[in-house]
């Protein structure tokens, strides 16, 4: 059965790479717009999935994670 909401463990897991990310950000002493110009999206992007708001592809996580300079795997950690 196929829902447009998310289960809540999924919603959970979002909300908690959202927040590795914002520490991440903060402590590579960037601001949500200079996050978002080194990755090459916008800043509204960078607010939703710090609030696990939002579903992107690998890449931009991947793009992510070396702007602020912690592995991938740190950010998505389970």
């Not at 959970?12 to 927040?19: F, L, N, T």
């Not at 914002?22 to 949500?32: C, G, N």
């Not at 800043?43 to 793009?63: A, F, M, P, S």
């Not at 991938?72 to 389970?78: H, I, K, M, P, S």
Request: aromatic share 4%.
């Amino acid at each position: 059965m196929h829902t447009d909401q998310p289960p809540a463990w999924v919603i959970a897991r979002q909300r908690a790479i959202g927040a590795r990310l914002r520490e991440a950000r903060i402590s590579a002493l960037l601001s949500q717009e200079q996050l978002a110009e080194l990755a090459g999206i916008d800043r509204k992007t960078v607010v939703r999935l710090e609030g696990g708001q939002r579903d992107v592809r690998l890449t931009i996580w991947l793009r992510l994670a070396r702007a602020v300079g912690v592995p991938f795997e740190e950010l998505v950690r389970g």
